[in-house]
C-alpha cells in the first residue's frame, strides 16, 4: 500500500513508512482502539522515526496522535526532512 507516494507496510498492529533504501523510516504501533460500527478505528498510534542504518538502530525521535492519518502526516514530514539528499 502507498500513502502519499511513500510504501506503507502493515502486520497488526505495526506499520512501517518509508523506503527501507533511505536514510530513515517510520515505525507506528497502534495501542489502542476502538469498534465503530463495522470497523475498528485507532485511537492512539505512537511512532518512532528510525535509521535503516544497523549500526545505529535507536529511535531518533518520538510523537503520539490521535488517530492514524494525524500520525502518519507528521511521518511524512519527517521522512521528507530527514531524507533530503
Do not use: C, H
Request: positive net charge; charged residues 25%; proline residues 5%.
Amino acid at each position: 500500500m502507498m500513502y502519499k507516494n511513500y510504501p506503507l507496510v502493515r502486520k497488526g498492529n505495526e506499520m512501517y513508512f518509508g523506503y527501507m533504501s533511505d536514510p530513515y523510516v517510520v515505525y507506528l504501533k497502534v495501542e489502542n482502539s476502538q469498534k465503530q460500527q463495522d470497523i475498528v478505528v485507532s485511537k492512539s498510534i505512537k511512532f518512532y522515526q528510525l535509521s535503516t542504518d544497523f549500526n545505529n538502530p535507536l529511535p531518533v525521535q518520538n510523537a503520539e496522535r490521535d488517530n492514524l492519518y494525524e500520525a502518519l502526516d507528521v511521518a511524512l514530514a519527517w521522512l521528507k526532512r530527514a531524507n533530503r539528499t
